[in-house]
């Protein structure tokens, strides 16, 4: 039993001892005074005895002093209990014996009972001996005697119950043996406080029989105030007619029967719809039940199988864990449970780490982010890690829940990642800077050649000069490969992210190029091309170097033709440029994009073949991928991606 439901038992007991405490104090005063108007104030009923409104005095009392639980209390219980007791005895007596020991009589002088003036009448004496008995089996800590305390209190409320229904159908006392004339008022008092002693003393099991929110109590708060209204009603309706001799009894029982038997056949036909009814709610409840813990079962397994969980109590303690989390950190369960998570603390983490955390996840809040633990060896591993508080019914917080991601490879990649980008880093800018001042010693080297071939050129033979001339030439060349390897590392270093309409950047190209264009009849085509989030100039170089090469790279005599198109994904644009010229075997495709490859000989087709590589880059900085489709004398198709919410 809940302290909450305690306490409100408590509070009814102490407000019901005190509204009885009330008007026993009431009616006392009303004898004392002999005020007979208000005494007599329910019509053809008997008033409220001196002696019944002091024991009514005494139960209250002795109710009310059993809440505390200090000496003084206790005594006043036992005191007013065992002052109940002997004056229900008394009156017994005087009813078994047919002695008279006058105890109304003894306070006050009785002129309104016409029968055994002076007494309680003997159920109301029963009745406030078995309460009395009862009052005090009711603290003790014996189930058996608070089970058999239970049924004394039933048997005095069906005792009163039975006195207010006699009352209500106005059964004549001839009918009635020893129960008239217990006057109405002390029937309803006895049966409501002794309902609430009942009630107080009551186990679990039966409050919930009867205040519980199962089909079972729903069917006694439903059948019993119904039967009880059905009961009075047709009885007070069949006694109406046959006093005012509308029917005689024997024909106004069979009607009675008739009326009543139907009534309860009708209730039991409403009671067994609503069952009916509720059967099958609570069967489609069942299935989808079963349905969702099938689900959460399968959401288990797949946890189970992927991540490392654990429960701990609001201190920290492992209540329980999965056989992932004994699989990774390698201890056994039952060398965790019990234990809080400094058992596989890294030390990695500040102490102001963790106060964070507990503080967050003491608020209610979910905590997640990565944590580096350690495995029983002395192994270190990363987890990302999310703490979920469970709370109860109050709002406490009273477990947590954690699910880890074991992500050391994640991790170790992004630190072999981050590596990697830093050292990308230092090798371009050692290209740049080597590219940069190697100009300045072959812009030298130049220069002395052309010295000697201007002043010189007279008194060197034909083998001198010849050899000038293969000088030039590969000065020219290393200056442009140069100039290419500069180039190469520049991509990327000052890009500025804007938005590009990719048919504007095409337009602008072909008229850049509108010379090359002219001198070889090229025809370019394009379908409708989206507009990006990209970096300006390294996507106009990547379209600008696709065309240059499907201009140059053509059969002789051939009109380059070269279309571009483009298709959205959900996550990328794929872009295509396609031509007519003399196409890449499949072994050469392989290296297409490689840095200073040239797949032709170099008289045939000019350049230094770092267009395709300076493709590659700008498409890799945009987050996407580049590659070929071609065979040889039959054109090429090139393709790449760029992401459409490229940041």
Known sequence: MTIELKAIKSRNIKYMSLSVLAISIIVIGLWLFNIRAILSIIPGATPMEYITALSFFLLSVGVLASQRKSTLFLIINRATITCVLILALVTIGEYLFGNNFGLNISFVNDTYALKFPGRMSLATAISFFLVGISTWGMDSKSEKIKRFTNFIYFAVILLNFVAIILYILNIPGNYTGFMIPIPIHTSFILFWFTGFLSYKNATEDFNTLLFGKYAGSKLIRTVVPYNFTAVIVMGLGFIYLINNHIIVFNSGFVVYTIIAVSVSVIHVFVIAIQLNNAEHERNMYEKAFHASTKEIEQYKVALDSSSLVDITDANGKIISVNDKFCEVSNYDRHELIGKTHKIINSDHHSKEFFADLWGQIKKGEIWAGGIKNRTKEGIFYWVHTAIIPFKNELGEIYQFLTIRQDITKHTTLAVQYENLKAKNKEIEQFT????????????????????????????????????????????????????????????????????????????????????????????????????????????RLLFQNLISNAIKFQKEGATPRIHISAKEDTNYFKFSVKDNGIGISEEDSRNVFAIFNQLNKRDAYEGTGIGLAHCEKIVHLHGGQIWVDSKENEGSTFYFTILRNFI
């Open 432 to 539: 740049y800077i080597a590219s940069h001042d190697l100009q300045e010693p072959l812009r030298t080297v130049r220069s002395m050649i052309d010295i000697l071939q201007e002043q010189y050129s007279a008194e060197l033979d034909d083998d001198a000069r010849m050899s000038l001339n293969f000088m030039t030439e590969a000065t020219d060349r290393m200056s442009s490969l140069i100039k290419g390897l500069l180039d190469y590392s520049r991509i990327g270093r000052e890009k500025e992210l804007i938005t590009i309409d990719s048919n504007e950047t095409i337009r602008e190209i072909t008229d850049d190029l509108t010379a090359i264009i002219k001198r070889k009849n090229t025809v370019i085509t394009t379908d409708k091309l989206p507009i990006l989030k990209a970096y300006g100039i390294e996507i």
